[in-house]
């Protein structure tokens, strides 16, 4: 398997510009989770999802943020609109069972806004 | 609610040496997980071990060992024989098996080895 595959690696954008964050997780993984990475807050969880559906979002910050799994191999987290405060590194993990065995990273996207 | 504490500033450690990084949590479960991650300068995040809180043994994966002291709820990383490639972040995480299964991640700890 190829691992977590995210895309894009970067992404440069305007304020106020809708950003869209994509995730293929490892095929069979049944949880998949969205974290914001930054050097103030470190590493923050936003939402995590097992079997497509979202089961805990309350670290998503604001309403501006969403995030879908419309099926088991792709994900989505968008920033509408985007602030330069949004600029960090984005980790889309997953995991076979996440009480038990570890959860696989993706290279991470890395968010500029402008 | 689970927390992961990692308090120490910037930790040092000659190489060949062993070091310690220290993990606290805290969790009201009585069935947990808790993981160590490396990330490197390049940006990955690097699954290095696992300890389930019922498991006897402390957890060993090669030059990494898991120092778990359950009732004091720490989880200590210890790194054998450090080589210059273990400079790095490295994270302590945890995830309980209740109803909600979140991964949930300290702040981390910045490694340097010195040659």
């Known amino acids: 398997d190829a691992g977590v595959i995210q895309s894009p690696r970067h992404e440069v954008t305007e304020m106020g510009q809708e950003v869209t964050l994509r995730c293929k997780p490892i095929?069979?993984?049944?949880?998949l989770f969205w974290y914001r990475q930054t050097m103030m807050r470190g590493l923050e969880l936003l939402i995590y999802?097992?079997?497509?559906?979202?089961?805990?979002d309350s670290g998503m910050p604001e309403d501006r943020f969403s995030a879908k799994m419309p099926n088991a191999s792709f994900s989505t987290l968008k920033i509408q609109p985007s602030e330069p405060r949004d600029s960090a590194v984005y980790f889309c993990?997953?995991?076979?069972?996440?009480?038990?065995?570890?959860?696989?990273f993706g290279q991470g996207t890395r968010l500029t806004v402008v | 609610a689970q927390k992961i504490t990692q308090t120490q500033p910037g930790m040092f450690v000659q190489e060949k040496e062993a070091v310690t990084l220290d993990c606290t949590y805290d969790?009201?479960?009585?069935?947990?997980?808790l993981f160590w991650y490396k990330q490197p300068s390049s940006g990955e995040m690097i699954f290095l071990i696992y300890?389930?809180?019922?498991?006897?043994q402390n957890a060993t994966e090669g030059r990494y060992s898991l120092n778990f002291q359950k009732a004091r709820k720490s989880a200590n990383l210890v790194i054998s024989a450090s080589q210059l490639g273990d400079s790095a972040m490295y994270f302590c995480?945890?995830?309980?098996?209740?109803?909600?299964?979140?991964?949930?991640f300290g702040k981390g700890i910045t490694l340097s080895v010195r040659p």
């Open positions: 300890q389930g809180s019922y498991d006897e």
């Open positions: 995480a945890m995830t309980s098996t209740g109803a909600n299964s979140k991964l949930t």
């Open positions: 969790t009201s479960d009585q069935s947990y997980g």
């Open positions: 095929s069979g993984h049944d949880y």
């Open positions: 999802f097992n079997n497509n559906v979202p089961i805990d």
């Open positions: 993990a997953s995991s076979l069972a996440v009480k038990t065995t570890e959860a696989f």
